[in-house]
């Protein structure tokens, strides 16, 4: 039988908004996966659940509608992008300024890596203006 998750568990993962250490009952994976970048090169975040909410514009649900096996490739977000609002600011995104972000909530067993997750577009002005991290 999987040993299941100590969701106090401290991570080892820095959450990118607050800076604090993330217990696995509150940690969400962010990755960035903008189309012309190779998935080798994906760049990848850790955040609290809370933190990310309080990020987000009030309209935006964080809502795990999609399932992921953990192999690749990663499913189709497109819907959850295209001609989507930045998701903090409210705005239009120009081509030239879109960062998508990749929101997973692990699921199952610790070995397994299951996801739950959704994306959302954001300007990079408005990422980098809630970081704490240089990089993304």
């Known amino acids: 039988m999987p040993r299941t998750r100590d969701?106090?568990?401290?991570?080892?993962?820095?959450?990118?908004?607050?800076?604090?250490?993330?217990p696995w009952g509150t940690i969400l994976r962010l990755i960035r996966v903008d189309p012309d970048t190779p998935s080798y090169?994906?760049?990848?975040?850790?955040?609290?659940?809370?933190?990310?909410?309080?990020v987000l514009h009030p309209d935006v649900e964080l809502n795990f509608?999609?399932?992921?096996?953990?192999?690749?490739?990663?499913?189709?977000?497109?819907?959850d992008i295209d001609g989507k609002p930045c998701a903090m600011c409210a705005k239009d995104i120009a081509p030239a300024d879109l960062v998508r972000i990749r929101v997973q909530k692990p699921v199952g067993p610790v070995k397994k890596p299951l996801f739950d997750e959704?994306?959302?577009?954001?300007?990079?002005?408005?990422?980098?203006?809630?970081?704490?991290?240089?990089?993304?």
């Open 7 to 22: 969701l106090n568990y401290k991570t080892g993962h820095l959450c990118r908004f607050c800076g604090e250490l993330v």
């Open 41 to 54: 090169v994906l760049q990848e975040s850790a955040a609290h659940s809370d933190c990310l909410r309080g």
């Open 65 to 79: 509608h999609r399932h992921w096996e953990g192999k690749s490739p990663l499913p189709d977000d497109g819907g």
């Open 118 to 136: 959704f994306s959302f577009p954001v300007h990079f002005d408005c990422l980098a203006a809630v970081s704490t991290s240089r990089h993304f």
